[in-house]
């Protein structure tokens, strides 16, 4: 928490250190879920933030942002952070896996209504500071978040995904090389 008030922040790790997509070459052992609140979506309080993340029984952290309940957008809302260490770093750089990870994650954790899907989906998402006065909330547990599992799904989703497309766009070209038949 001191850290992320006085940096800013990314999971990713950066060929060069310049900070883009295809830069990402690595990630930390953590997850950052930013939750917004934005009108007319659903809201999460951090409170309700603190019992989810305890039902699940994992570690994990809940920092304010800068923009905690003050106005953004002509709405007043709570906004922060979730960080969860995990047991190791992800090993997926591929845009499409690393996507469908955070997907999954967010989803199991029930976290998918409420995260920021911008952030969720951009590997190389970094994050400003949040106010020194910030008061962070640390949820504790024996038990470290296992991602392993969730990467090899994450793999095997987009696998099939990209096998329904292949089979997909041989029966599109059969049939664009077959209009008399249609």
């Keep these: 928490a001191s850290y992320m008030k006085q940096y800013p922040y990314s999971n990713a790790n950066f060929k060069n250190g310049y900070r883009n997509s295809d830069n990402a070459i ?4 953590l997850l950052i879920f930013d939750i917004d609140n934005d009108k007319d979506k659903p809201q999460l309080s951090i409170e309700g933030a603190k019992e989810l993340l305890k039902s699940h029984n994992i570690s994990a952290m809940i920092l304010p942002n800068k923009s905690h309940n003050i106005s953004k957008n002509g709405h ?10 995990t047991n190791k770093a992800t090993s997926l750089t591929n845009k499409e896996s690393y996507r469908e990870f955070q997907r999954l994650i967010a989803k199991t954790l029930k976290l998918e209504n409420f995260v920021d899907t911008k952030a969720l989906n951009d590997k ?30 994450a793999i095997k989703n987009i696998e099939a995904k990209n096998h329904l497309k292949q089979q997909e766009s041989k029966k599109i070209n059969y049939i664009k090389n077959n209009l008399e038949k249609y």
């Design 26 to 29: 690595s990630f930390n052992n």
């Design 76 to 85: 007043i809302s709570e906004r922060f952070r979730i960080v969860i260490p």
């Design 124 to 153: 190389s998402r970094f994050y400003y500071t949040s106010p020194k006065e910030a008061a962070h909330i640390v949820i504790k547990s024996n038990k470290l978040m296992i991602i392993d599992n969730f990467e090899k799904v």
